[in-house]
Antibody, heavy 127, light 106 residues
Framework: QITLEESGPALVKPTQTLTLTCTFS??????????VGWIRQSPGKALEWLAL???????RYSPSLKSRLSITKDTSKDQVVLTMSNMDPVDTATYYC???????????????????WGQGTLVTVSS | DIQMTQSPSSLSASIGDRVTITCRAS??????LNWYQQKPGKAPNLLIY???SLQSGVPSRFSGSGSGTDFTLTISGLQPEDFATYYC????????FGGGTKVEIK
């Protein structure tokens, strides 16, 4: 059974750096196919994909937020950490981590989807 | 980056109705398209992957179709538990989500 759980501060101040941790079980980032992604959702808004890391340390970021994001893994703890710099009130959102399934790849693209999600953690950016 | 446009943004329907939601990509994404359902306060739930493959455990009244730039999610015989917001997501380059379609009770 795959489970994921997000943890981190509920409140951060503008300009601060947000650090979120995803602790997971039921899969490993030491083995082929394992990965963790981060998705956020501002109140009343759509889902927004942020970043993704795979077992082979392949890292991908949303182009619009790439300069502010960093994703790392700690395989000994079964954790993935997302940092987002220079937080702003518009970054107030529920942040989800999720386990991607990598179904198949062509020469240029891969079919990936999120089958398992954490419950999400609400982060408010306010002074 | 490839943008995903869903339509309509919201719709009202009755129990038993056939509901169709459209997702259009700004360029061809082959069949690298997935659909999710999200209920208030909950994480999204995968319904369809690869444009038309039904995720295990998802009722057969949900179906997906399309390829290239135009995709459709159809709910055949809307049930009370289907009132929710639906999102498409592509993985052709990044993993971009559409803007969502909220299905409400008429």
């Amino acid at each position: 059974q795959i489970t994921l759980e997000e943890s981190g501060p509920a409140l951060v101040k503008p300009t601060q750096t947000l650090t979120l941790t995803c602790t997971f079980s039921g899969f490993s980032l030491n083995t082929g196919g394992g990965g963790v992604g981060w998705i956020r959702q501002s109140p009343g808004k759509a889902l927004e994909w942020l970043a993704l890391i795979y077992w082979n340390d392949d890292k991908r970021y949303s182009p619009s937020l790439k300069s502010r994001l960093s994703i790392t893994k700690d395989t000994s703890k079964d954790q993935v950490v997302l940092t987002m710099s220079n937080m702003d009130p518009v970054d107030t959102a529920t942040y989800y981590c999720a386990h991607p399934t990598l179904r198949y790849c062509s020469s240029t693209s891969c079919l990936e989807y999120f089958q398992h999600w954490g419950q999400g953690t609400l982060v408010t950016v306010s002074s | 980056d490839i943008q995903m446009t869903q339509s309509p943004s919201s719709l009202s329907a009755s129990i038993g109705d056939r509901v169709t939601i459209t997702c259009r990509a700004s360029q061809s994404i082959s069949n690298y398209l997935n659909w999710y359902q999200q209920k208030p306060g909950k994480a999204p739930n995968l319904l369809i992957y690869a444009a038309s493959s039904l995720q295990s455990g998802v009722p057969s009244r949900f179906s997906g179709s399309g390829s290239g730039t135009d995709f459709t999610l159809t709910i055949s015989g809307l049930q009370p538990e289907d009132f929710a917001t639906y999102y498409c997501q592509h993985s052709y380059t990044t993993l971009t989500f559409g803007g969502g379609t909220k299905v409400e009770i008429k």
